[in-house]
């Protein structure tokens, strides 16, 4: 556990007593300066000073480990704090009681079996200057009745919700009671831990379901009226109270409008969270907007990803705080530093919840303090985050990582080598940012004109046109490292070995797969389409053999020329290898524009008739054979490695061109590497077909370690 740092512990909170001296993991210290900016102002809540106006706001970042913030959970949340922010809300939805049921791994308030995790998590966030909260809840009809101890779900009304898909008992009076107490119980936890705060979950939890006539049916003195409806959170709250007293925050994450789908108006919102205010049941609330009982609920409202507008709710939280007149806290794709200082400085909300940003960049809060905010790696809203293998980012392969790797890459304790990468897309950019980064002579080829590889073809059609920020980043990232790029060059392999390299990366990407047992030479590639190579008329078909983003791009784009599209999936759903989020953005814009898909059916064989093209089908499930008549047929099955360089190279290579997994998985230095040659590595789609994480990650894992 890392000793205090130049801090210490007055009743206005932490403070930052001194420069703050280098940490183990080499992070730079910003400048220090007194700032303007708004973002950079403290914020005091009670007794409570909170450092700046950025935190991190509740989530599951799946580090848990049996329901306990273990060492990887608190080494992710420290790496925040060490970069700069002010507060860390951790834990969402962190259970309070046994029929809350672990379903998306959230943490387990319970039980006293967590404060010991808490106290070693708070004593070390403290020691980085950052103020420490948990969200505590319980899940109500939002929990899994064959979970966990597969107990039923309960609410105050038996209503089901559309996305968990459970049927609640109908809460009485003792359940009422034992909830009651059961967050008491956990707030108490939280205080013995020596956390600074707490907020409850109003929306679509538990308090929230009480909250809501659209869930809560009830006749009885917790049903009907708006004050009825609110008599549990009140009881809720009050017992908290109780139990942690008046100077441990209390804040709440409340529903400022339930939107289009929702049956609580933003003027009833605010009435309910004037009446919590009178009570004194909060110092703070949390703001969100919408729904989140479907899938599209929490996708569009209550997690917006790439797609939507930056910060799309800011007005309406806004307005809230205006009438509610206790501090607001919000997070909804506030993506970068501008969105949330206008945020700030416009006084609509008092502390701007950069979560996915920080994801992207932990140490956004350093590079803005000094003077660095064209160095924060941006969040794209790609949503790779919210995969079942969060917290991971698309294009920060550390995050989620911090045992193994590092934020701040370390230059080499030994001497400067020679690297040479071969191939400049995603996985190429990211091996010369690593290599340039520990110090050493970096020289990257790229074929073509440009770099990004299969990001510029992806970053095309009607959403997906911030996915470029990953290159563009990674563009300036080299040009400040002074990389040498060399565009338009193509590489054979003695053109290679006459650079004299140490080491040489051979990130060529691949070529598109077209396996099939008849035609393959018929058809077009979603490459061809997405780059513009060909010219698309009449009938369409699009054949999905991976379930990402390629096929649907090119019917969107086949789509959008005015052409009939038949679109066609080996899987059960549209964009199954994706995200939740992405399969609804694509949903959606399938139906915008007329395409309807159909499943579960593998291309056999295109043959040419009556001067068209005729694809044969069978159904994976009924074994029927179909055949649709078209004048294009795109198929989209991934890419097969291009590699001839690679193999032609291996003879001459240290290692035999041969990648140790154990070391590239704990990002140590490669073993057994012979005296002559030098060391070669082939990552990202030069190896298999993957998504744009994969090959940033192999990237990282091998020349971290150079």
């Known amino acids: 556990m890392p000793a205090a740092r130049g801090r210490i512990r007055s009743r206005e ?24 900016d708004p973002l950079l102002q403290p914020l005091r809540i009670k007794g409570l000073t909170l450092r700046n106006r950025i935190m991190s706001t509740s989530h599951a970042c799946g580090l848990e480990v049996g329901g306990m913030p273990d060492e990887a959970y608190q080494r992710y949340h420290e790496e925040k704090a060490r970069g700069g922010l002010a507060l860390s809300m951790f834990g969402g939805s962190s259970n309070v009681d046994i029929d809350s049921p672990n379903i998306f791994r959230q943490l387990n308030v319970g039980t006293d079996a967590i404060i010991p995790h808490f106290q070693r998590f708070s004593e070390r966030m403290h020691a980085e200057g950052a103020a420490l909260m948990c969200q505590i809840s319980h899940l109500g009809r939002r929990g899994d009745p064959y979970a966990g101890d597969r107990l039923t779900t309960i609410g105050p009304s038996p209503v089901r919700e559309t996305l968990h898909r459970s049927i609640p008992k109908e809460m009485d009076e003792h359940d009422i009671d034992r909830v009651v107490n059961a967050y008491a119980l956990a707030a108490r936890r939280c205080k013995e831990g020596g956390l600074d705060g707490i907020e409850t979950l109003a929306g679509g939890h538990l308090i929230g379901q009480f909250l809501s006539p659209a869930t ?21 709250h009050e017992a908290i109270r109780r139990a942690v007293g008046d100077d441990f925050l209390v804040g709440m ?13 933003f003027e009833e919102c605010i009435k309910a969270a004037l009446i919590l205010k009178d009570a004194g049941a909060v110092d703070f609330f949390n703001a969100i907007y ?6 599209r609920a929490l996708a569009e409202e209550n997690m917006p990803g790439m797609g939507s507008p930056l910060a799309p709710w800011v007005r309406p939280v806004g307005a809230f705080r205006q009438e509610v007149g206790l501090p607001v806290f919000h997070a909804a794709r506030i993506a970068d530093a501008a969105s949330a200082r206008y945020a700030v400085s416009e006084g609509m909300l008092d502390m701007a919840g950069m979560t996915r940003a920080q994801i992207a960049d932990p140490h956004l809060v350093n590079k ?68 340039a980064e520990r110090g050493h002579q970096v020289l990257l080829y790229e074929a073509g004109s440009e770099l990004g590889g299969q990001i510029r073809v992806g970053a095309t059609g009607s959403w997906r046109r911030d996915l470029i920020g990953i290159v563009e980043w990674r563009e300036a990232e080299l040009a400040r490292l002074g990389v040498a790029v060399h565009t ?112 579960e059916s593998r291309l056999l064989s295109v043959q040419r008739h009556d001067n068209r093209l005729l694809a044969r089908f069978v159904n994976e499930i009924s074994r029927e054979l179909t055949e649709i008549s078209v004048d294009h047929v795109i198929v989209e099955q991934g890419s097969i490695p291009m590699d001839d360089v690679y193999f032609s190279l291996r003879g001459r290579a240290s290692n035999d061109g041969v990648s140790d997994l154990q070391a590239m998985v704990h990002a140590t230095r490669q073993p057994g590497l012979r005296a002559e040659g030098f060391e070669l590595h082939r990552i990202g789609d030069a190896v298999s077909s993957r998504n744009i994480h994969a090959a940033m990650l192999d990237a990282m894992r091998i020349c971290v370690a150079l």
């Open 13 to 36: 909170g932490w403070c930052l007593a001194e420069i703050r001296q280098e940490t183990e993991m080499n992070t730079p210290q910003p400048t220090t300066i007194i700032s303007k």
């Open 216 to 236: 809560n049916r009830r006749t009885d003195r917790f049903g009907g009226s708006l004050e009825n409806r609110l008599r549990f959170a009140l009881m809720v």
């Open 253 to 265: 994450r409340f529903v400022v409008d339930e939107g289009p789908d929702g049956a609580m108006s």
């Open 290 to 295: 919408g729904t989140m009982d479907t899938t």
């Open 368 to 435: 803005l303090a000094s003077g660095r905010e064209a160095e924060i790696r941006p969040c794209v809203g790609a949503t790779h985050c919210q995969s079942p293998y969060r917290p991971s980012c698309l294009h920060n392969v550390a995050t989620g990582r911090e045992m193994t790797l590092r934020h701040t890459i370390r230059r080499t304790d030994g001497p400067a080598r020679k690297v040479v990468i071969v191939g400049g897309g995603p996985a190429g950019l990211e091996a010369a940012r690593v290599s």
């Open 488 to 599: 338009n060059s193509y590489m054979e392999g003695e053109d290679i070995v006459a650079l004299e390299p140490d080491v040489v990366v051979m990130a060529t990407g691949g070529l598109p797969l077209m396996d099939l047992s008849e035609g393959g030479d018929l058809c077009l590639n979603s490459w061809d389409v997405l780059t513009g190579q060909v010219r698309l008329q009449g009938d369409v078909l699009v054949y999905d053999g991976t379930g990402r983003h390629p096929g649907p791009l090119a019917a969107e784009l086949a789509r959008e020329a005015g052409l009939d599209v038949a679109f066609v999936s080996i899987d059960a759903q549209l964009s199954e290898e994706l995200t939740y989020a992405e399969r609804l953005r694509w949903k959606k814009r399938f139906l915008q524009l007329g395409v309807r898909p159909v499943f």
